[in-house]
């Protein structure tokens, strides 16, 4: 299994509707995890980070399930500008904090009017 | 004010040169990071720099080497460029917590391309 596969899509959304994609990874030890959002030809941002079960901002939902180790990003009522790619982010291997972030290779969402 | 800046924005050079992109933050993070994001969208990790030493290199070709000369600045020099380096460029800062991770923040990418 690859370190963090994601489905890359696209996904293709009327406005309004709710968007759930799934990443999984491949350590078992890994203990946080994160989403990015990438638009075109920019850097990617922080969206959420999922440190225990799961996490909920706003439209935004992220949750975690160790024992089939899968991470999660649910999107309620998209928006045009939700449109974007979603990287799904696992830390470095080592367990040390100084590891660069292991990105999947991104789900791309574009939300139809 | 800019978090992560990177000079220059693009680049366009002959195979066989050497260049050099710049990396600086403002956060006052002390660990800094390049990314390479290819043709396919794929971003991954090349080198992290943590109070100015290497901390991690994942197989990279020995042709790219990060300078550091102070925790603000991680510069990136490529030599003898090759067409598969065409690729943007992204530096990126944490705080590194013990037993912790903090989020990294992104520059703006530098668009390498290789003729």
């Known amino acids: 299994r690859k370190e963090v596969e994601q489905d890359p899509g696209p996904f293709n959304v009327p406005e309004g509707a709710t968007v759930a994609f799934n990443c999984t990874y491949s350590n078992s030890a890994s203990q946080s995890f994160f989403w990015y959002r990438q638009d075109c030809r920019k850097e990617p941002k922080l969206l959420m980070s999922v440190y225990s079960s799961g996490n909920e901002d706003g439209r935004f939902t992220a949750q975690l399930n160790r024992a089939s180790q899968y991470i999660s990003l649910l999107i309620r009522d998209s928006k045009l500008s939700d449109s974007a790619t979603y990287l799904c982010v696992v830390p470095g291997y080592s367990g040390g904090g100084a590891d660069g972030l292991t990105f999947g290779k991104g789900t791309h969402l574009i939300i139809q009017p | 004010d800019t978090a992560v800046s990177q000079t220059p924005k693009y680049l366009v050079t002959q195979m066989g040169n050497d260049k050099s992109i710049k990396c600086e933050q403002n956060?006052?993070?002390?660990?800094m990071y390049w990314y390479k994001q290819d043709s396919k969208k794929f971003l991954k990790i090349m080198f992290s720099y943590n109070n100015k030493e290497l901390i991690i290199n994942e197989t990279v070709p020995n042709r790219f080497s990060p300078k550091s000369p102070d925790k603000a600045h991680l510069n990136l020099h490529i030599n003898s460029l090759e067409l598969g380096d065409s690729a943007v460029y992204f530096c990126a800062s944490s705080q590194v917590g013990v037993g912790s991770y903090n989020e990294q923040f992104f520059g703006p990418g530098t668009r390498l391309t290789v003729l």
């Open positions: 956060l006052g993070h002390d660990t």
